[in-house]
């Protein structure tokens, strides 16, 4: 019988579905046969399609329409309180060989790994409709462009990536114009059906699987329906497989904000910034300059790709078409711009906490905290409840061009050319808020070794140093050492005085008192007005063993209220924290074992050997 069903499904779908192409229709026909969907639909991407498919969630109880006309065509959903964030335990690299996963990834032998997705996906798919999402990351008309199609069985994923992605007819067709390659991406929550058997409002599987086979270019995820693990043209594609095409390809795949600035004299300048969690990336991403004459626009918040062109330069495009933001600490007095793009609509919101008005709030949207809510577990809430009202990690999903700072050059599809790398983490001391790195070798010294402290808001030893590689510790698709490599590939390729400048910040340096030297937000503009004033050449600074800090006049200060104290514990080099800093550095190098690239090694040694650390 089921048999029967496979091969009537298969010949539906030879029949009904909207390409030729045959790999893609081979793909699908097999999924198909394996997972036992009741039908298979294919995603065209509009927009009567996206409403109609909210509304079906809404009348099935898994979305709820927000009726604030605050939140105009938006919707908010709830996950299972057991599905509620990315699982890196659960992310696995599955290279041929182990040694190029790396210490930084989960690894499994591919053909055991498939045998356990195969038993996994075996009528994982029963009772539901299998939607297939063609997509493209990065503008459909670029020169190479990188197509993808995501299978799911989750209407959710599908509105989802319809916010994140470009998506439906347009893409299919230029995949079958071109007989492009496309990555496959298959998802399923792990929840059939059977007959009569009522759904979930959120279903998914306490088994979880989000596996990357960077040599094929494809994804697997099973078991969870929320955003990281089941968008799959985000962290699964644009940077765990696109890194690794990146490495194959000669570019660069990276987790980054891109930040174009102008100054008063009308010159402009990218900057793109990595930045670990908890350091400030989407509120910089979108910042509005405290400095007169000084304007911000924003090419995006999360993911960049960075690729040289045939003058010597290297270009960024982000690939993303929507915010993916977690909304706690989003607010009209933190991140204007942010919630401007919200407050137009079409935005997707997920275990935030509901009004009596029919609209959303989390925890810092507002400074005053409403009277009675409902939570995102669905219990009434007031302000003595001792709960948060939205889920720590909830999220908001909007599209891109909703945000009024955003620069034309978003749209070009070759990108814009970048002049400035930034990599920032959390620590109390020892790093400056600002240093300029003094080569291209050492700039990727500095992004091998970025480093947060452990806050309170997460498990673990508070103050304890964690080492993020260019923050993109669970986005590495293969081995850290030879991620590594591939950035000191880059100046080989164009040349070192064709590289953008790279500049270490932390906003996060503590006084005597425990509390923040440099005030942040806003006034981030001060630090990268010094940016583009070493960019040409103008900033006043000093020579320290770590780089250039800028002197206690160099930053522009018009209008801050900030003590002398305060301003020269931000912007200082103290010799002694580096003492304790060195062997941090040399523990974790030792954990690239062979693979740590020598310049590597050359930069800390020379290191050293400025802190006369050698004898």
């Known amino acids: 019988m089921v048999e029967n069903a496979a091969s009537d499904l298969a010949a539906q779908i030879e029949d009904t579905a909207p390409t030729k192409h045959k790999p893609l229709l081979e793909w699908v026909k097999e999924t198909a046969e394996l997972t036992q969907p009741d039908s298979v639909y294919w995603v065209n991407g509009s927009q009567e399609e996206y409403d109609r498919i909210a509304q079906e969630m809404v009348d099935a109880g898994s979305l709820v329409r927000l009726t604030d006309p605050q939140f105009p065509n938006s919707y908010a959903a709830f996950s299972d309180p057991a599905d509620v964030a990315r699982v890196e335990s659960r992310t696995f690299i599955c290279s041929e060989q182990e040694e190029d996963a790396g210490f930084t990834n989960n690894w499994k032998d591919p053909s055991e790994m498939k045998a356990i997705l195969k038993d996994a996906f075996t009528g994982s798919m029963r009772g539901r409709t299998m939607y297939v999402v063609p997509f493209v990351m990065g503008p459909l008309d670029a020169k190479d462009p990188k197509f993808g199609v995501e299978i799911t069985d989750s209407p959710y994923v599908v509105l989802s990536?319809?916010?994140?992605?470009?998506?439906?007819?347009?893409?299919?067709?230029?995949?079958e114009e071109t007989n492009a390659f496309f990555v496959p991406a298959l998802h399923s929550v792990g929840a059939p059906l059977e007959d009569g058997q009522e759904d979930v409002t959120w279903p998914s599987n306490e088994t979880k699987w989000i596996v990357h086979f960077p040599e094929e270019r494809s994804i697997v995820s099973y078991g969870s329906g929320y955003g990281g693990n089941a968008l799959l043209g985000k962290k699964a594609y644009s940077l765990r497989i696109a890194s690794a095409m990146a490495r194959d390809e000669g570019w660069m795949a990276e987790h980054m904000l891109i930040?174009?600035?102008?100054?008063?004299?009308?010159?402009s300048y990218t900057i793109t910034g990595a930045f670990p969690s908890a350091t400030g990336k989407t509120n910089l991403a979108l910042i509005d300059p405290s400095l007169e004459g000084w304007t911000a626009e924003t090419l995006g918040d999360d993911i960049a790709w960075i690729t040289p062109n045939d003058n010597n330069e290297l270009r960024v495009v982000n690939p993303e078409y929507g915010f993916f933001g977690v909304a706690p600490g989003t607010g009209w007095h933190t991140n204007p711009n942010a919630m401007r793009a919200i407050a137009k609509g079409n935005t997707i919101f997920t275990n935030v906490a509901l009004t009596p008005e029919g609209g959303v709030w989390w925890e810092g949207m507002t400074k005053e905290k409403p009277a009675k809510l409902t939570d995102w577990l669905g219990n009434e809430w007031t302000p003595e409840s001792g709960t948060p009202a939205a889920h720590?990690?909830?999220?908001?999903?909007?599209?891109?061009?909703q945000t009024d700072m955003l620069a034309e050059e978003y749209f070009d599809p070759e990108g814009i050319k970048l002049d400035a790398i930034l990599f920032g983490g959390r620590r109390d001391n020892a790093i400056p808020l600002v240093t300029e790195a003094r080569s291209w070798q050492d700039g990727v010294f500095k992004g091998a070794t970025l480093s947060s402290a452990q806050?309170?808001?997460?498990e673990g030893t508070v103050g304890v140093v964690r080492r993020d590689p260019m923050a993109m510790l669970p986005f590495m698709g293969y081995a850290a050492g030879d991620y590594v490599q591939n950035w000191l590939d880059m100046a080989e390729k164009i040349g070192e005085d064709n590289m953008p400048k790279v500049f270490l910040v932390n906003w996060f340096r503590r006084n005597n008192e425990g509390k923040f030297s440099w005030p942040g937000f806003s006034e981030n503009s001060r630090v990268l007005k010094w940016v583009v004033e070493r960019l040409e050449g103008k900033g006043d600074g000093i020579e320290t063993p770590i780089g250039v800090v800028p002197t206690e006049d160099a930053l522009d200060l018009t209008g801050l209220d900030i003590s002398e104290d305060n301003l020269v514990n931000s912007i200082q080099f103290a010799e002694e924290e580096w003492h304790n800093e060195i062997p941090m550095i040399e523990e974790w190098?030792?954990?690239?074992?062979d693979k740590l690239p020598a310049a590597m090694t050359e930069e800390l040694t020379s290191l050293k050997e400025r802190l006369g650390l050698n004898g």
């Open 392 to 401: 720590p990690n909830s999220r908001f999903c909007t599209p891109i061009d």
């Open 589 to 593: 190098f030792a954990k690239f074992g």
């Open 259 to 267: 930040l174009k600035l102008t100054s008063p004299e009308g010159k």
């Open 161 to 175: 990536m319809r916010v994140m992605a470009r998506v439906g007819s347009d893409v299919l067709q230029k995949i």
């Open 455 to 458: 806050t309170a808001a997460a």
